[in-house]
Nanobody, 122 residues
Framework: QVQLVESGGGAVQAGGSLRLSCAASGRTFRAYNMGWFRQAPGKEREFVAASSWSGGSTYADSVKGRFTISRDNAKNTVYLQMNSLKPEDTAVYYC????????????????WGQGTQVTVSS
């Protein structure tokens, strides 16, 4: 069982930056793929980025070049550095974890955090 707790959300103006953190419980963090998803009001949850246990990273086209996912296995924490934020990045951001292959479909992830709100104003 893995428990995930996000932090770092907030309100920022367009062009600004935020860093989200996701702290995971459990001793097998390094064996898990970790991902970030987001859900805007009235929209489906969508993939943002993922960090595989082997060290690779995957990004949605909409955030490539602006967002960076990283992980610190010693701290059981995954981060999402968000730069050049746009109003369309406004959403609740969720951390996810799973030991299976990285997929962009939310149904392929077993563990979820409670979410943290990111609001970007123009």
């Amino acid at each position: 069982q893995v428990q995930l707790v996000e932090s770092g959300g907030g309100a920022v103006q367009a062009g600004g930056s935020l860093r989200l953190s996701c702290a995971a419980s459990g001793r097998t963090f390094r064996a898990y793929n970790m991902g970030w998803f987001r859900q805007a009001p009235g929209k489906e949850r969508e993939f943002v980025a993922a960090s595989s246990w082997s060290g690779g990273s995957t990004y949605a086209d909409s955030v490539k070049g602006r967002f960076t996912i990283s992980r610190d296995n010693a701290k059981n924490t995954v981060y999402l550095q968000m730069n050049s934020l746009k109003p369309e990045d406004t959403a609740v951001y969720y951390c996810a974890g799973d030991a299976r292959a990285v997929v962009t479909d939310p149904s392929g992830w077993n563990y979820w955090g409670q979410g943290t709100q990111v609001t970007v104003s123009s």
